[in-house]
């Protein structure tokens, strides 16, 4: 079964900061990674996604992540805060290959990130 | 927000009633997936369907839920008989194929008295 863990349910930086939100996840074959965003009482919008390629991936909005296999890690950053990245993250992930119940994401329970001014 | 719709946005039911909740793909999207998300939980998958087919339910409740995407017509997600526990909030998502990104919709607010 995959599991994702998002470490730290809050985190709280300076605006101009680097923002670094961290995502583990376990899954028994290649996954696909995403993050998403989500603003209060809105849906989730996609921030990047990593199917196969190259391990770094750029995002909107400035973001970027890099898969590691070795360290089963996509966190995701970004150099410099902006007030408007102030929402929910979530990290996700689903099987490479579909079917079996593999077809839904499995989220993990988010970070809230603080901007502070 | 990235064109799937749900309605209605917010809904308020009372123990025992039923709860319908609609969701129209983005256009040209023809695989449909809910979620649940709990206050302070990431989101719970519950059902991918295509048209006219339910091809994993595996996170469905096994009692009370139903969902269906019709030939016509939006997805539905059916809760009969409400529960204070089914008070969430649920998102739709969509995609082109089972392996393109999923979009989501805005949810549902679902509130039981």
């Known amino acids: 079964a995959q599991s994702v863990t998002q470490l730290g349910s809050h985190v709280s930086v300076s605006e101009g900061a680097l923002v670094l939100l961290r995502c583990n996840y376990s899954?028994?074959?290649?996954?696909?990674l995403f993050w998403y965003v989500q603003y209060p009482n809105q849906g989730l919008q996609l921030l990047l996604k990593?199917?196969?390629?190259?391990?770094l991936v750029k995002g909107i909005n400035g973001f970027e992540a890099e898969f590691k296999k070795s360290e089963t890690s996509f966190h995701l950053t970004k150099p410099s805060a902006h007030m408007s990245d102030a929402a929910e993250y979530f990290c996700?992930?689903?099987?490479?290959?579909?079917?079996?119940?593999?077809?839904?994401?499995?989220f993990g329970k988010g970070t809230h990130l603080i901007i502070q001014p | 927000n990235a064109g799937v719709m749900q309605n209605p946005r917010h809904l308020v039911r009372r123990r025992g009633q039923e709860a319908r909740l609609r969701c129209s793909p983005m256009?040209?999207?023809?695989?449909v997936y809910w979620y649940r998300q709990l206050p302070e939980e990431g989101l719970k998958f519950m059902v991918y369907?295509?048209?006219?087919?339910?091809?994993?339910e595996s996170g469905m409740p096994k009692e009370r839920f139903s969902a269906e995407f019709p030939k016509e017509g939006p997805s539905i997600l059916r809760i009969q008989q409400v529960v204070r526990g089914d008070s969430a909030a649920y998102f739709c998502?969509?995609?082109?194929?089972?392996?393109?990104?999923?979009?989501f919709g805005d949810g549902t607010r679902l509130s039981i008295l």
């Open positions: 990593y199917t196969t390629g190259a391990t």
């Open positions: 998502a969509s995609s082109g194929n089972g392996v393109q990104p999923q979009h």
């Open positions: 996700a992930v689903r099987d490479m290959y579909s079917g079996g119940g593999a077809d839904g994401l499995t």
């Open positions: 369907l295509q048209k006219e087919n339910i091809i994993d």
């Open positions: 899954s028994s074959v290649p996954p696909y």
């Open positions: 256009k040209g999207h023809s695989h």
